[in-house]
């Protein structure tokens, strides 16, 4: 890394006299992987992230017209396969969302995973402190949340990032003109309810003040817990595909594509392609 | 390879007498890569596919209500930014298609492409010609083309596959239920009206017989042929996002997830992250 830092020297201006930069590790000029090129990169990335924000958007139009009787949190104890939802009585509506690779494309700390740099849990706390000046909000976020406030639903932002770095994440978020986001109000960060990465606590507390017409996120654990219970592979795309889930998509939860990191990422040959659906390609020995 | 099936058919009931199968190459036991565990195994997956189809039923009532005046077909010659659509006159509604990746996912093939059988238009040829044995509808295709059936609007299939294989094309989606498709009349294959793989003139040949109420696909060429012109990466992105092509996506233009294969997978480093959105992690010293 040393000798990749002289060397970058030569070409950067200032570089004499500025703090040392942390290179990008991109000595050995890595390959793109595909779900980096798809995700940060593609038109059709773009696309799928537009749709999400406009379904969302058509969908809290209805709403406001025409008041849920429940809202789209599944309620505790309930199964996913016909899953109960906490009621909405008369309470104020409001949109539940994810915040990384949801409203907010992680640009700068991303551009160095997809050159080779292992994640580290202190690394990415150094770049949830950091904030928002290498990150970009999503393509459609800033127009939902504005068509929300035309529409009096309050956005809420539930996240996994650090409650210690709540400060930056509520400054990134104006900065990105997503907010305002304040901690305990309608920013709810890991452990503020419950101990763990588990959202549903936070679910259920915010269900209590609001009647949550919607829930965005990029990972099913951002619309209920049980998808992060553990089962094969199969089994989790069926529980998503076939159970009250099924009915939601694009119908009050609103996902948004990440081929890069998280939950959608398990599995080997066997779990992801069904025995019976193998090809035996005859033709091959002919 | 040889020795792989010798010791699989200790495994396997039959083997001996069974005509000798083409194996999957897995003899290296080889990692799944994260984009085909998220296109094919992922409940994530699962809930955007859903979400596009949700989506497009939606969109097709509130237009068979609602009459559109213009198709969403790209006019010849019309650039992206501005752009001018095909006029709808009386005609009889219809919705285009692509097939593959977008109505269909094809298990069989992509099984053996995950295992590390790298790509041959000659083995893609046979996959065509074995027809509807190892592959399934995609989660929410059938549920949509019912609704369609039930709306009176015209599914049109758009694909790149052969025209020499359209017999197994058709009797294909017939047997996922996702049909009736008919060559030359809503099935439109490789070269059917002009030569190459754009569907630009296929799309028009379309429109001059259906009022395209909407457009569904996995790559931007099955939008417009615009999107495969020469352009840097992040200009196709732009493009996507920001054109007219912006306000279409999930309103009109329903995009379906494929970080697997296809145009958008392309580029570096520097083509996919923007050069103002790098992180120096000073942190990274302390």
Redesign the interface.
Do not use: C
């Given at each position: 890394m040393r000798r990749f830092l002289i060397a970058t020297c030569l070409l950067l201006a200032g570089c004499a006299t500025a703090?040392?930069?942390?290179p990008?590790p991109?000595a050995a000029a890595?390959?793109?992987?595909?779900?980096?090129?798809?995700?940060?990169?593609?038109?059709?990335?773009?696309?799928?992230q537009?749709?999400?924000f406009?379904?969302l958007i058509?969908y809290a139009k209805d709403k406001a017209a025409h008041r849920p009787e429940n809202s789209v949190v599944v309620a505790p104890g309930s199964p996913m396969v016909n899953a109960k939802f906490l009621p909405c009585g008369d309470k104020p509506l409001a949109v539940a969302f994810d915040i990384d690779e949801t409203l907010v494309l992680n640009?700068?700390?991303?551009?160095?995973a997809?050159?080779g740099e292992p994640y580290e849990q202190a690394?990415w706390d150094?770049?949830e402190?950091?904030g928002g000046s290498?990150?970009?909000a999503m393509?459609?976020a800033q127009h939902a949340l504005d068509a929300l406030k035309d529409l009096k639903i309050t956005p809420i932002f539930i996240s996994n990032r650090s409650a210690s770095n709540a400060a930056a994440t509520e400054a990134m978020l104006d900065k990105l003109e997503l907010g305002p986001a304040k901690h305990f109000d309608n920013l709810w960060l890991l452990g503020d309810v419950a101990p763990g990465s588990g959202k549903d606590a936070r679910r259920w507390k915010v269900a209590q003040r609001y009647c949550v017409i919607a829930m965005v996120g990029?990972?099913?654990g951002d619309f209920s817990d049980r998808?992060n219970d553990p089962m094969p592979?199969?089994q989790?795309?069926q529980?998503?595909?076939h159970s009250s889930?099924?009915g939601l998509?694009?119908?009050g939860?609103?996902?948004l594509?990440?081929?890069?990191y998280?939950?959608?990422?398990?599995?080997?040959?066997d779990?992801?392609?069904?025995a019976d659906?193998?090809?035996?390609?005859?033709?091959?020995?002919q």
């Open positions: 703090p040392e930069p942390a990008l991109l890595p390959r793109v992987t595909s779900a980096y090129q798809f995700e940060f990169g593609s038109g059709e990335a773009g696309a799928l537009m749709s999400a406009h379904a058509a640009l700068g700390f991303e551009a160095r997809a050159a690394r150094r770049w402190k950091a290498d990150v970009v393509p459609g990029d990972q099913l998808f592979v199969p989790r795309r529980l998503a595909v889930a099924g998509w694009g119908k939860w609103f996902v594509p990440n081929p890069v998280g939950t959608a990422l398990k599995g080997g040959i779990d992801i392609f069904p659906k193998r090809w035996n390609d005859a033709g091959a020995r």
